[in-house]
């Protein structure tokens, strides 16, 4: 018997006594399940870093009975009775077992392990046991839960995509494009938007303990916001609450947002922080309070982070509502500032493989610019959501500030949106005058310069207005210097004139 | 009455007291005027963010006379007696009255709010009741004072960024450029370079209290270092100070430098961040203090930031000084290493638009190198400011460190001079040959490739010399590795020969 | 007398005493050499953040025969007797002179001050008395300690750089190319890399205390991991250990790293930051402690940065091993995915200017991708370093998370290497056409397009995957777009066609 495994027998009875007193911040453990602990019991060894993660997240230190007991909106969990859960399982600590042998049923990666039914991949829906609510309405209304299958089924993103990262190779002297493989494909495009994941069957492995057998999953390890899971469900709660704390303190960060809001395409990230609420944010969020629910503006904290004005419950500092929590993401979202080609009002329906343009395009303008307005919020939902965003910007800024910034924002929209228009014009001449073929919309160098004005310089440009971020995002670093050389480069493609000046 | 308004007058008299109690970091509040409760009265509930955020900060907690019986480099605040702010003023907090009503007649934004003549836009010169020195030092020394109309009056300058900017469209089978649009203008170089706020009248709005007339500005918001505002004054204090803090530390922490001074332009944080110091300051940051004054180098910290270097009042560990504080920012900087388009010495003047080389262009240097001399500092200032820079290095670094790095420094700037020089002379070849008009310097291709060689690539080359930062802000990430590829494509343009080599 | 110098007389008693006992976090001071007090006599004052920061250092703090006491894992040295240090020097704190003075005999910088024979660069050689087993796993191990070499001593990559950094002019009506300077050198590659550092001679300065003769040092400063040192030693410890607390918490975390492992060819840091492992660095690292020896994974820190995967000694949290300490940081690498001009096995000898590909190239691969075998790892090495990675991997992910992953990357650098080949068919294409000549590889616009394939964007994605790291690093952000991009561009100008798709 192996020297590790050995300790194994012997520490499996100390563990638990023994982590939770040396670590300042822990709160008081929660009773265990009889499952949880044997999973503990080889996994404290095996695993210790998510182990002790886990203990010291409030997982490990609550129960739903306790979670229940919080009123109103201190209240982390949205069942509303402990006897949803079923059984013992709301009094004891959300372990281990409690969320990986969850609805075995309904887990295509359901197998047997030590005699439990135990699954691999935790999913939005097991997480609903405690969180129905939040689960709810990231399916119903997040366009995050919907983006494996809004690239995927959309032919104009999915030929984009496939442009990119298919595989090049030259074969009879010409420049051959084969599909992509899974591996770039999560690593690209599906790292952030999910993959699908698929059982594929069962292996053997030898690990310390045993021999035993584990699924096989294609397509993981993978976090993306809309993983399509082994048991039907969309998204990956651990992409913006990271295992195994499950921490309200990361999804509220910024951080944990940059892993896919990042320059070139979406430079939400790097707008934010070279913004003056980011700048107060790393110069003072050792003296915010990241873990109180509610989260009281003024008092916990006094700029905003990404989860402040997209996501968390908002109070003042005397608890009165500015803001609902909300996981659906859109209810403070009126226009769709990432360009498809152009800014547009937020979709209808999550699901963005539905739309079409006019022309029938799957996209949500045409190339004209006229947006598909059947598939787009009406402009009363606007005012609403855009209220919404307000209630949050007047935590701070008075009434005439913020009407002023979103005025100025809306003239920068239509300003970038023209230029757009131009290039878009542009590159139709070029694709009349047969300098690029419309089969292929992305594979020219010419198209690809088009591209780039629109998925990334325009982009770069509204989100450092919509955040009040780093004028440079808008002016010389992907911004508008680049927007015009650009355009400079399509117009003499065309053979066009620049008008005197 | 709303539920709202009843708690606002309920709240009215606890907030004060509730506030402190509960903040660990917060000093013993000072009293308050008057006028100062009045606005809390409201605010606290209608601005709650920058209310708690004010009363956490010294100007809650000090009054003019308890600043000023600290000692010699001790003080905070630069008069010399309280008498100087009149009346009962110097002996309350700094509060909202105080700087929102200060010096009314000068403020064309003054407008009549609850019976106070009210301005919204604090200014230097409002800021200068306690800080004089600090205000005239930045009007006089500092180019971010003139930083709008150092670009608004260069011809150069203005042309260059009218032609990023401009809306282009196209208009009868031309690509036609018209003039940027205020919003635009706002996001880009006058997010940094600071706006022309004007007071366009005054405006009903519905607030939750009441319907009441507020300013309408244009050019507003804007924090912007040069913003001239509506009081005639120049800058915005809250460009490094943001509000409602206005918190030393954060002027001393690198992050509020970032939002202007970022790549590819000026990339000083970007070089920063990735040097020595940088990972110092990154590392060991938590155990620093950034609020002492003076400044106590290898007490207070190990390593500098952007402040140390450039504005702080820096003693030694006995408190023996080592650089004075200046709100110039000019005292340590002798080149000036933002090519227009070669370095430079620092302008004597802070309003560069007076600036005429040579050829009668409003630029420090002309295209062919030579500077205009009588408009920069001559030998001796340079001598006297290298040496109060170098007295803050030798805090840590040796003699012939210090002289050495200097010496490096100096070769590279001739080295990317002299690189300059050759696409400049390759760019005239081409305006000779036509392949681009002189009538606009900046719009045709290969006028943003030169462009670019200057104003990214050779500054990126610099900022990283100086600051003796990341190699690659030097080499590949807009550094050498793009100059040299720049200048083959200005070479092939005019179709000139490599050497051979 | 200046009035520093007596302060100076009146400090030299007092300093030694005030300053632990105003720092929080400083443990008691060990006795001093009678040398080191002279140095701090004067050097208290002269340098104060030096020798503040130093005294919070354990080395101020620690003897050789203190160190000795700490037990198994926990020892911070590896010498094992005292008397390996000799005399008295096992006794006293690590101090200035325990330092400079070392080794008088093998510095060519050895020059006369104050009575001692003092060095101004201290070296692996100089560390090595206390730490003997780091200075040889990185002499012999790393490529790092070889990086000067492995660069100056490479035709191919010194072609390059001298391409890249060399200076040029307009000559005669040609682009001529001179030599880079020493300046620029050390701004760009040889920052990183390391220069050779020469003693000149003595010079004369003036210093407030007194005039005294110091050491003239060609190609410093300079704090490169690959630096030839004044005693023939290579590196600076300093690189990543920055003067003059050396402390380990720095070198753990990830910014010491940032400063040469940056985009575009070396994105390691930009790739982890925006890592699910970065995110998690970033929220939680307040909480970690860096300090700790061993690195109790799990209870030390839940995410790893640099120095966990690659270098640090880590246990599980009852102090079972999981990864030995290394300096010579291939333990774990396997494969090499800085692609040259394709990734390749780990070299087997750090110094890799000796290696020679099939057709003479000193590179790893041939042009056509073909391993130069004989100089490279083999199967069996590289298993059991893929297996060593993967221990620290189980610590938090299970078995098939860690095979899926390496699997999926497995594919990647599969994928990525094909389309390198692609371009460089391309390449040898357009020199066969004589569109570019082959006597320089690298300057022309054309030859530029097809190293940043293989520098800058085939990097970029294999660091993407193998960290796990941000996806947009591998799509967008110098990833398979600009991948895409440049082989459009490359094939344009061969004139070859796209296959239809």
Redesign the interface.
């Known amino acids: 018997m192996s ?2 495994i050995t ?1 194994f027998l012997v ?1 499996t009875f100390l ?1 638990a006594l023994i ?1 939770p007193a ?1 670590d300042s ?1 822990a709160e008081a453990a929660a009773p265990l399940s009889e499952a949880t602990e044997e999973c503990l019991s080889c996994h ?10 886990w203990r010291r997240s409030r997982h490990a230190s609550n129960t739903v009975e306790t979670a229940l007991k919080r009123k109103d909106k201190e209240r982390r969990v949205s069942l509303t009775s402990v006897d949803e859960v079923g059984g013992i399982a709301g009094y004891v600590a959300v372990g281990c077992a409690e969320c990986h042998t969850a609805n075995p049923d309904s887990h295509e990666d359901t197998f047997l392990h030590n005699g439990y039914r135990v699954h ?1 991949v935790v999913t939005p829906a097991d997480c609903a046991q405690c969180h129905p609510v939040e689960a709810k309405q990231y399916k119903a209304q997040n366009k995050m839960a919907h983006a494996h299958g809004n690239l995927r089924k959309n032919p104009f993103y999915h030929s984009l995509a496939e ?3 298919g ?5 009879g ?5 084969s599909p ?5 494909q ?4 599906y ?2 938007h999910g993959t699908q994941v698929k059982m594929v069957g069962l ?1 053997e ?1 030898e ?1 310390e303990m045993d021999v035993m057998k ?4 294609e397509g ?2 993978n ?1 993306g916001v809309g993983r399509v899971n082994p048991d039907g469900s969309l998204g990956s709660c651990s992409a913006c609450h ?1 295992r195994h ?1 499950f ?1 309200i ?2 999804a509220r ?1 910024p ?2 947002c ?3 809001h ?4 979406v430079p939400a ?1 790097n707008v934010y ?4 609420h ?3 944010f ?3 969020k ?2 915010w309070d990241f873990d109180a629910v509610p989260w009281r ?3 916990d904290f ?2 905003p982070t990404c989860a402040t004005c997209h996501a968390s419950l908002i109070v ?3 608890g ?1 509502l500015i803001a609902e929590r909300t996981h659906g993401y859109g209810e403070r979202l009126w226009t769709r500032i990432f360009g498809l080609i152009y800014s547009h009002p937020q979709p209808i329906d999550p699901d963005t493989s539905k739309i079409r343009n006019k022309d029938g395009q799957p996209l949500p303008t045409a190339f004209d610019g006229e947006p598909a307005k059947r598939f787009l919020i009406n402009k009363a939902v606007q005012r609403e959501r855009k209220k919404a965003m307000q209630e949050v910007c ?8 913020v ?3 979103f ?6 929209l ?2 970038v949106d ?2 757009v ?2 290039a878009t ?2 590159m139709g001449q070029a694709w009349r005058k047969g300098l690029a073929s419309r ?2 919309l992305f ?3 010419i198209e ?1 310069v088009w591209t780039e004005q629109w ?2 310089f325009a982009n770069s ?1 509204r989100y ?2 919509a955040m ?1 971020g ?3 995002y ?4 992907n ?3 680049q927007m ?2 650009a ?3 399509l ?2 493609a065309v053979h ?6």
């Not at 992509?180 to 770039?184: C, G, M, V």
């Not at 922080?273 to 003056?276: R, T, W």
């Open positions: 020297c590790r300790r520490l563990v982590v040396t911040f404290s060894l095996f695993s210790p870093g998510v182990t002790l993660d691999v442009t990119v990262v595989r090049r190779e030259i074969v002297g010409t420049l051959k494009r992509s493989t899974l591996a770039t999560m690593d690209t495009c790292g952030c292996k492995i690990t584990v699924p096989v999953l993981w390890p976090v990271p704390a921490s303190k990361v960060q951080y944990v940059s892993r896919c990042l320059q070139p395409d990230w922080k070279e913004s003056k980011g700048n107060l790393n110069t003072m050792e003296y503006l003024g008092r006094h700029a003042d500092p005397e009165a007047h935590g701070c800024h008075s009434t005439m500030w009407e002023k910034h005025e100025k924002m809306d003239g920068t239509a300003d023209k230029q228009r131009a014009q542009l089969k292929n594979d020219e160098p690809i998925l990334f440009i450092a207005s009040a780093a004028p440079d808008a002016s010389f670093h911004g508008w210097w015009q050389k355009i400079q480069e117009r003499k066009m004139k620049n008008a005197a000046q």
